[in-house]
Every structure is written in C-alpha cells, then in structure tokens.
C-alpha cells in the first residue's frame, strides 16, 4: 500500500518561498506510469491542482502557476518536493501530495497524503 506525507513548515511570509516535501513508502516514485502530484485547498473553495512530476522525471505545471512553482524529487529518499516563490495570503491552503497510476493529465489518484495546512502571513 503506498502512503504519502507532506512535511514542511506551516507559516510562511508573503514574499517568500513555500517548499513542502512529499515522503512515499510502500512504492517507488520511479515505478514505471506513476504520476506525483501536487494539490491545494485554499479556505472555502474547491481542489486545484498545481503540478505534477511523472515516473521518469518530467514535469507539468498549472499555467496560472507555472511561473512561480517548480517540483523535484529525490530518488534515493523517494520524496518529491513543491517549491512556489513569491507567495501572497492568496497561497494559504492546505496542500496535498498525491500519486496516481496512468497519465497525468487524466487526473485520477489512487492514493493520497493527509494534507498540510500552509499559511502565508502578510
């Protein structure tokens, strides 16, 4: 059974760089078709998806994100990594990591972390 963990820190000043950590066990993020993906909830509204990086390394990004997210990962640690600069209050949400077997683009995930609260002070 994969499972999945955010860790990163909870509050973060407008202006800088929110960088939160995806930790999966039970799997490898290299396993062939796999795609990792990052996922926010801001306070009152609906799921929006961020980004996502394959099995092979490559990345996606939202457009309207694209200029301010960047996501890696470490193969030897099996974790995959959010990075989103110059971050406002709009930022504040919890952010999911989540893993889904079949294209990105299909948005389908099998499996799911149990979120992490990010708020970006002013």
């Known amino acids: 059974q994969v499972q999945l963990q955010e860790s990163g820190p909870g509050l973060v000043k407008s202006s800088q760089t929110l960088s939160l950590t995806c930790t999966v066990s039970?799997?490898?993020?290299?396993?062939?078709?796999?795609?990792w993906s990052w996922i926010r909830q801001p306070p009152g509204k609906g799921l929006e998806w961020m980004g996502v990086i394959t099995y092979d390394g490559s990345t996606y990004y939202s457009p309207s994100l694209k200029s301010r997210t960047s996501i890696s990962r470490d193969t030897h640690k099996n974790q995959f990594s959010l990075q989103l600069s110059s971050v406002t209050p709009e930022d504040t949400a919890v952010y999911y990591c989540?893993?889904?077997?079949?294209?990105?683009?299909?948005?389908?995930?099998?499996?799911w972390g149990q979120g992490t609260q990010v708020t970006v002070s002013s």
């Open positions: 039970g799997g490898s993020i290299t396993t062939n078709y796999y795609a």
């Open positions: 989540a893993a889904g077997r079949g294209p990105w683009y299909l948005y389908e995930y099998n499996y």
